[in-house]
């Protein structure tokens, strides 16, 4: 290992996917892994440990996910950077790493090498971004402002991610069938969709309907 290498902690609940990360980064002189941890709290207990310049953390993972281990990150070991390393792309899990601290995001297609300068730049303050989730960003800031849901538009988008048809959400809000289709057109407009499965998708990803 060469002096001046970049410490790392590899988190991942995936044993299959952390062994190939560190496979990737193992060979590697400028990059030491001081740590592996399956979940978020064994994560904090390893940067307390260690205090590595980088910790590449997934953000689905069980006990403390990634956006929760970010952000205690952030708040007691400022010197640690954290970098997501993740499959999920969608526009609500960038914000929510993004938001939560995290110097970069990259998915798990990454190449070697874009992982390897990936480090690096972290461990130098360096914003890193997979290009599609640039791409993302990028076209999020240049959205016009979003118009809300009204209440009664999100109670029937929440009925038609039961499967209700409209005369049956009608029933359920008391209200006709002709108001129900009015508040489908307006929400479908709010999200730019064209189909009931489309609109309940963008708006669970846009943090607008809560389904258990």
Do not use: C, W
Request: hydrophobic share 45%.
């Amino acid at each position: 290992m060469s002096e001046g290498a970049v410490r790392i902690v590899v988190v991942d609940d995936h044993t299959v996917m952390r062994a190939g990360v560190v496979a990737l980064l193992a060979d590697e002189d400028s990059i030491e892994i001081v740590g592996e941890a399956e979940d978020g709290r064994a994560a904090l207990d390893l940067v307390e440990r260690y205090g590595p310049d980088v910790a590449l953390v997934d953000l689905r993972m069980p006990v403390l996910d990634g956006v929760a281990t970010t952000t205690e990150i952030v708040a007691r070991h400022p010197r640690t950077r954290v970098l997501i390393l993740t499959t999920y792309d969608t526009d609500t899990e960038i914000e929510r790493g993004v938001e939560a601290g995290a110097i970069g995001y990259l998915l798990k297609d990454t190449t070697r090498e874009q992982l390897v300068d990936a480090v690096h730049a972290a461990a130098r303050g360096e914003t890193v971004l997979a290009p599609r989730v640039a791409a993302k960003l990028v076209a999020r800031m240049r959205r016009p402002a979003q118009e809300p849901l009204t209440d009664r538009e999100t109670d029937v988008l929440n009925a038609v991610a039961d499967g209700l048809t409209n005369a049956e959400i009608g029933r359920r809000l008391v209200i006709g069938e002709a108001t129900v289709k009015t508040h489908l057109l307006r929400l479908f407009a709010k999200l730019d969709v064209n189909d009931r499965t489309r609109a309940v998708v963008v708006a669970m990803e846009r943090g607008l309907l809560r389904r258990p």
